[in-house]
């Protein structure tokens, strides 16, 4: 299996402008979280998805941001408009229910940089 | 409310001297704990989990955590460090109100010196 895909990579953008991460999850998983890692802060989690119905989003830092899920195999995290506070490393997480146990598996991260 | 504690913000060992990482946690029921590594760059992977039964648990790279209960802890060890180790290192706990919301401390960051 490929793992769990992140796009862009690195992104970089001015304040203002409007930014959306992408997240395949992987085949099969019926969980996806997104989480936010800072130096401050440390990693958050931002919101999770339970066969693409978002279940918490109370990790949501406010209303500039909004996640969705229209399918099993993508989901976008986006911000509008974007802060220099947002600088971040975003990371997308998938695990599937197997018994009472799950394991996340993390995407490699998209570092967004807002000028 | 649930948390997790490493007290160890960085930490540097020799190469081929063992390591102990420290995790304490804070959780009103019986946790799942987990270790995660992440390499500069790069996402997290997990090292070991512990769900129930043996408190002794293997992972992967030749780690192991051992959880006590009486000590709120799930320390990660490895008896003999390689240069490929240094990393930064993330203790988990499974969260209240859904197993599968993972609450993680603060790091540790692993120097390894030739």
């Known amino acids: 299996d490929a793992g769990v895909i992140q796009s862009p990579r690195h992104e970089v953008t001015e304040m203002g402008q409007e930014v959306t991460l992408r997240c395949k999850p992987i085949?099969?998983?019926?969980?996806l979280f997104w989480y936010r890692q800072t130096m401050m802060r440390g990693l958050e989690l931002l919101i999770y998805?339970?066969?693409?119905?978002?279940?918490?989003d109370s990790g949501m830092p406010e209303d500039r941001f909004s996640a969705k899920m229209p399918n099993a195999s993508f989901s976008t995290l986006k911000i509008q408009p974007s802060e220099p506070r947002d600088s971040a490393v975003y990371f997308c997480?998938?695990?599937?229910?197997?018994?009472?146990?799950?394991?996340?598996?993390f995407g490699p991260g998209t570092r967004l940089t807002v000028l | 409310a649930q948390s997790v504690t490493q007290p160890d913000i960085h930490i540097t060992v020799s190469e081929g001297a063992s390591l102990e990482l420290r995790c304490n946690y804070s959780?009103?029921?019986?946790?799942?704990l987990f270790w995660y590594v992440q390499s500069p760059g790069q996402g997290l992977q997990l090292l070991l989990k512990?769900?129930?039964?043996?408190?002794l648990v293997q992972g992967i790279k030749g780690f192991e955590a051992e959880f006590k209960r009486s000590q709120s802890s799930f320390n990660l060890r490895k008896p003999s460090v390689h240069w490929s180790d240094a990393a930064e290192y993330f203790c988990?706990?499974?969260?209240?109100?859904?197993?599968?919301?993972?609450?993680f401390g603060a790091g540790t960051r692993l120097a390894v010196h030739p």
């Open positions: 959780y009103g029921a019986t946790p799942y």
């Open positions: 512990y769900f129930s039964g043996d408190t």
């Open positions: 998805f339970n066969n693409n119905v978002p279940i918490d």
């Open positions: 997480a998938s695990s599937f229910l197997s018994g009472d146990t799950d394991t996340q598996y």
């Open positions: 085949s099969g998983h019926d969980y």
């Open positions: 988990a706990v499974g969260a209240q109100g859904g197993y599968n919301k993972l609450i």
